[in-house]
């Protein structure tokens, strides 16, 4: 990928970036100005690249750059030949705008008006982050207004999101002050997922937080059924878009997009209907149990199981079948699980933990090697550790393409939350990636 380019030309290592032409404005605009500070000659390929032929591809190459007009190849040895001009030599990103605290005095219908046309929406109304109501949200932290939460940098441009710009955010959201703490908490792992593929992210809270501020861990969580579920995750996509510059077109480029994005499935773990055995999200990565964390999950999409649980059917296999279906991307897929699929799963499959659930799917979901590496995200992802001998990708990669294999290599990627109202067996399942949260407590 042409980001690559970025970090080897900051090395001091001169590359021939390559483009395509659906981002060509992007990285000769947005990325000189909010990435790497270092102007580089990108040439540009038409569309389709993934997935075309191999006689398409080579008509790239002996044709012209789609941009420039000039033929590919002499392009591309220009590139790497001819000196730098004055400006090629810049190095730094430039300094960022100035940008004032307030807007100037308007009516709420032409504020309204104003942030679509900037896109610091989500294009559902936001309540206007008023000085006063700003400082009311500020109530719910100790954290003064200016400490900065997350510096934003690609393509954020190095804009530091400080407590009082997540305050703002949350009023936006339509969040109460008591929510605060964990608005900010997500902040520090702002913007969300930015790719072609249309990543979204998955966002569970877990800890004594979820009960004092009501959110929803029973029926309908997962839905647009409980105040704190809906504002803390739309908070986030608030601050990723206005905060994190992400612009669909400009500097965001999911084809298709995701509408998980408007509050990126916020939810808390159903503690209370874990099984013996099994611990929360946070417990699992280190955390006390008293301890409030929120976990900011990042994937794709889910799968729904359908139908609830039959007899004949072990509820695991059933969970192995959906799995074949996933990209299997670092092993990463989390089980949104029923409280009585997760009580079968324990009483009558015998998985003492969220763990040896984890480690029976990893043994036991297989898929053609051909089908593994024919997703572009793994191949884009793993063929060069493969290339490199790292297993046990350099082994897959020479099997014929008819042989199996357990892709889920690693059951650690592999994690259970316990969610919903305990009406049916029923679960989803996802390719969302857990890891450890972050620290609520901290931001009280």
């Keep these: 990928m042409s980001r690559h380019s970025k970090a080897l ?34 040439t540009t390929f038409p569309l389709p690249i993934a997935g075309a032929s191999r006689e398409v591809h080579k008509s790239y190459i002996d044709g012209n750059d789609p941009v420039t007009g000039n033929p590919t190849m002499s392009q591309i040895v220009d590139t790497l030949t001819k000196p730098l ?90 969040a109460r002050p008591e929510y605060l703490p964990v608005i900010l908490a997500i902040g520090t792992m702002a913007p969300f997922g930015n790719s072609t593929t249309s990543m979204t992210n998955m966002i569970v809270v877990n800890g004594p937080v979820r009960k004092e501020l009501n959110m ?39 084809s298709l997009g995701s509408n998980l994005q408007y509050n990126n499935l916020c939810f808390a773990e159903n503690e209370e209907e ?27 999409t889910y799968i729904s199981c359908v139908g609830e649980v039959i007899s004949e059917y072990p509820p695991q296999r059933f969970i192995a ?48 090697v051909e089908q593994f590496w024919g997703n572009g995200v793994i191949t884009t992802g793993l063929n060069n550790v493969a290339l490199q001998g790292l297993e046990p990708y350099a082994t897959w990669r020479k099997l014929p393409s008819e042989s199996m294999i357990k892709p889920f290599n690693n059951p650690k990627g592999i994690n259970t939350v316990v969610v919903g109202g305990g009406t049916n067996t029923i679960w989803f399942m996802t390719d969302f990636r857990l890891g450890r949260g972050v620290s609520v407590d901290h931001w009280r």
């Design 216 to 254: 929803n861990s029973g029926t309908g969580a997962m839905g647009p059924h409980n105040e704190a579920n809906a504002t803390i995750g739309r908070s986030f996509t608030l601050m990723s878009k206005a905060a994190g510059n992400l612009h669909a077109g400009k500097t965001t480029f999911g």
């Design 85 to 174: 001009t004055d400006e090629e030599q810049l190095t730094g990103l430039p300094e960022g705008a100035v940008e004032p605290r307030l807007l100037p005095p308007e009516t709420e219908e032409n504020l309204q008006e104003l942030f679509k046309e900037n896109d610091w929406t989500d294009y559902l109304p936001v309540v206007m982050p008023t000085e006063e109501r700003v400082a009311d949200m500020l109530s719910g932290t100790s954290h003064k207004p200016d400490e900065v939460v997350k510096v934003l940098s690609w393509p954020g441009g190095g804009r530091q999101m400080t407590v009082e710009k997540v305050a703002a955010y949350a009023v936006m959201a339509g």
């Design 9 to 42: 030309e900051v090395l001091g290592i001169p590359t021939a970036p390559c483009t395509a032409i659906n981002v060509s404005e992007y990285v000769r605009g947005w990325d000189r100005m909010y990435g790497s500070g270092i102007p580089l000659r990108y």
């Design 274 to 300: 874990l099984p013996d055995g099994w611990n929360p999200v946070h417990v699992q990565f280190g955390y006390k149990k008293e301890d409030s964390v929120v976990t900011v999950a990042t994937g794709w």
């Design 321 to 368: 079948d959906y799995m074949v279906a996933m990209a299997a991307m670092g092993s990463s897929a989390t089980l949104c699980a029923d409280p009585l699929l997760a009580k079968l799963l324990h009483d009558e499959q015998g998985f003492e933990s969220k763990e040896s659930l984890g480690k029976w799917l990893a043994d036991n979901v297989e898929m053609r």
